[in-house]
């Protein structure tokens, strides 16, 4: 109960009649902060109207990306195929390398180790391929890293190996599963020299099925859908990318990678710099066939968003930010809707809100499976398996993009690979530990862009 003393609206209880200024001064309070309530509620909306408005325009560009014509560009290109473990389908995906649809190229697979499992895979399948017309295949074994992530270490000593006749450089993880045209729809566009880099990107698709896995596959589709027509704001994703191997020797991008442990960030950052436009092929989404437990899901996201916190910062905010407003808005709606259902309150205006922005979500979410079938064609039945947690699962991604970025705010170390890494600075990577090998070196090795050691 408040003291007589206290204002409410400016005027003093003993300036009111008591009972019914407590009401007026209680209920002036509702009001005002369900009218906060719904001021936060306009901005979920406007951003949901965006969002939607977004998934029209990818929708739109992969059908005219799917139907446009392509100059007939295919100079020899090496293929780089970084390999650690053994993923999920892995010779399945291997297979789908050696079967491209393309007349000259090398695959070139680099592991940190010959004892690397994934190895004897590529050898079987080479074997397998042997009396077919396939490209020219080598392994490279990259030691251990000393001066960057492992994959960007590995990459670095693949692209190294590349044969002296290649013109185009193209970059695929060993969990995507390209399509028989995926190699040349990705390095047709850089004919325009315009273009420095072409890229594609994942899409999760359940095996056997199970929440987390279907999860994940949502809310890794909301970054597929970021991609689209303006090359300015793409970005690479470092499992299909392609770059002319003149770009990527004139920029510097091998000691550019020096010191880190995101490939495709860097390399982002680079072409921005130069201010090379990054060209998104729809045809070379990649599907990702993987079943994972909810820790991995946890796992996997908030490293992911670890990784954007130290290289795309204002990426970051933005995510927790808008997430943030989403949470609060939408689940303290139904929360909302709830609690005066339960008084016997009308609940209309607020259930429609509520109804309203899980409505533009869904629609959103529809369009972008709609469009993601279209180069995915072959995996249609199960993305139509996928459409209910598609349409059903969206909002609990913003939970977990809200803890993903939570997360990043209070620490930057992630396990990747086996591997554990404390991400100083974009430049700046500390190796600590090694699932295979133990403790990198005794103390943990701070390592920065020059390659030399500096003390944590």
């Known amino acids: 109960m408040r003291r007589p003393t206290e204002k409410c609206y400016g005027r003093t209880l003993l300036e009111l009649d008591q009972p019914s200024g407590v009401r007026l001064c209680y209920a002036g309070a509702v009001v005002f902060r369900m009218l906060i309530f719904y001021l936060l509620a306009a901005l979920v909306l406007l951003q949901s109207g965006l969002s939607l408005r977004g998934g029209v325009r990818y929708l739109a560009y992969v059908r005219r990306e799917m139907n446009a014509k392509r100059p007939f560009f295919m100079p020899f290109a090496s293929v780089i195929v970084p ?9 399945v995906n291997v297979e789908a390398l050696f079967a491209q649809h393309y007349p000259t190229y090398e695959l070139i697979f680099v592991a940190d180790g010959a004892d690397d499992p994934a190895l004897a895979i590529v050898e079987t399948v080479r074997r397998d391929f042997a009396e077919a017309s396939i490209p020219r295949v080598r392994v490279v074994i990259a030691g251990q890293a000393h001066d960057s992530g492992q994959k960007v270490h590995n990459l670095r000593a693949a692209v190294r190996e590349i044969d002296p006749a290649s013109e185009v450089l193209v970059f695929v993880d060993t969990d995507a599963r390209p399509r028989a045209d995926w190699l040349r729809s990705l390095v047709a566009p850089l004919a325009d020299e315009n273009v420095g880099a072409t890229t594609g990107y994942r899409w999760f698709i359940s095996i056997t099925g199970g929440f987390a896995s279907h999860l994940r596959s949502v809310w890794n589709a909301s970054i597929a859908s970021a991609l689209g ?20 020797e004139r920029l510097d991008v091998a000691g550019q990678w020096r ?14 710099r130069a201010k090379l436009a990054i060209y998104f092929v729809p045809n070379c989404l990649t599907a990702t066939y993987e079943d994972c437990t909810f820790a991995q899901l946890v796992e996997f996201s908030t490293r992911q968003m670890k990784i954007t916190r130290v290289y795309a910062p204002h990426l970051w905010k933005i995510v927790l930010v808008s997430n943030l407003l989403f949470v609060l808005v939408f689940f303290g709606g139904v929360a909302l809707v709830a609690a005066r259902a339960t008084l016997g309150l009308s609940v209309e205006m607020l259930l429609a809100l509520v109804l309203w922005i899980y409505t533009l979500g869904m629609w959103k979410a529809y369009l972008r499976l709609r469009a993601v079938a279209l180069p995915l064609a072959s995996a249609r039945a199960s993305l139509n398996r996928s459409l209910l947690p598609h349409l059903f699962l969206w909002p609990l991604t913003a939970v977990l993009y809200l803890y993903n970025a939570v997360a990043a705010g209070f620490s930057r170390r992630i396990t990747w690979r086996g591997i554990t890494y404390e991400l100083k600075s974009p430049n700046e990577t500390m190796i600590v530990s090694d699932a295979a090998g133990g403790d990198s070196s005794g103390p943990a090795v701070e390592l920065n862009s020059h390659g030399r050691a500096a003390q944590p």
């Not at 390999?83 to 010779?91: H, K, M, N, S, T």
């Not at 027509?229 to 990527?248: E, L």
């Not at 010191?259 to 921005?272: A, I, N, W, Y």
Request: hydrophobic share 35%; net charge positive; charged share 15%.
């Open 83 to 91: 390999c650690r473990g053994l993923d999920q389908g892995l010779r």
């Open 229 to 248: 027509a303006n090359g300015a704001s793409n970005f690479c994703w470092g499992g299909s990318t392609a770059v002319m191997r003149a770009t990527f």
């Open 259 to 272: 010191g880190t442990v995101s490939d495709d960030f860097t390399l982002t950052r680079t072409l921005q």
